[in-house]
């Protein structure tokens, strides 16, 4: 590793502090079956960007994920967040619930919008992805690619600041994965309000892409690293599928 990589990498986890973005404080869960899933996990988002977690089964990121949003409650430890987050799921199938994009979107956004508010801001979130004009385009006729970048709009309307991709591309084929993966890095750098997202993959040539990784295993995760330097360190894992 060069020695400018270096001390970005060190900034960037000195940066990690409570108060800025995300940050677990060795917080803990299990499951009533007695399967720790996270066990004094610590760990901050180090600012706007794409940050790659990697991990076999069972290391604990599914529940990061539903932590992080809010579905679970820690039972040890602290949360931080002043960010929005949203999840985005390996299925976008799982998530698309209306007819068509436009009727999809509108279920994402705040309810005190006026009638102009909320078409301006469906059609600003299409556009962002690369689906502009296909307000009225049934979701069933979408590609698999086309229904997760769907997916991403969804949280853009929402005004999500913080991506939760639970490995979004694992379902689709390579051309459409590299589309996910320029999407989603567009928005996290941006020149206006960039994105934090957090990307769960078991694709480690996906990590080229990211600005940062981390190895979470056994409940924990690990510093952030230059991509290349950990892909370097790991080998092949196993995905999940469905």
Do not use: Y
Request: some cysteine.
């Amino acid at each position: 590793m060069r020695a400018d990589e270096k001390t970005a990498i060190k900034d960037k986890n000195q940066n990690c502090i409570a108060g800025a973005g995300l940050h677990f404080e060795r917080v803990s869960f299990s499951w009533p079956s007695g399967t720790k899933a996270l066990d004094q996990c610590s760990f901050s988002t180090p600012g706007p960007g794409l940050w790659m977690l990697v991990g076999s089964n069972g290391s604990g990121k599914s529940t990061l994920f539903r932590l992080i949003s809010g579905l679970l409650e820690p039972q040890q430890g602290s949360i931080h967040n002043d960010l929005k987050p949203a999840l985005v799921f390996q299925n976008p199938d799982h998530q698309l619930l209306m007819p068509t994009c436009g009727s999809d979107l509108l279920l994402s956004l705040p309810r005190e919008l006026t009638d102009a508010q909320r078409h301006q801001r469906v059609r600003n979130s299409l556009e962002q992805v690369g689906l502009a004009g296909m307000e009225s385009r049934p979701i069933h006729t979408l590609s698999g690619g086309q229904k997760q970048r769907l997916a991403i709009a969804g949280a853009l309307a929402s005004e999500a600041t913080l991506l939760l991709l639970d490995e979004p591309t694992a379902l689709l084929d390579p051309a459409s994965q590299q589309t996910i993966l320029a999407t989603v890095q567009q928005l996290c750098h941006r020149s206006n309000a960039p994105l934090t997202a957090l990307w769960v993959t078991h694709r480690l040539e996906e990590l080229e892409h990211a600005d940062g990784a981390a190895m979470m295993k056994n409940g924990r995760i690990g510093g952030w690293q230059a991509s290349h330097q950990l892909r370097e360190n790991l080998p092949p894992l196993a995905g999940r599928r469905g």
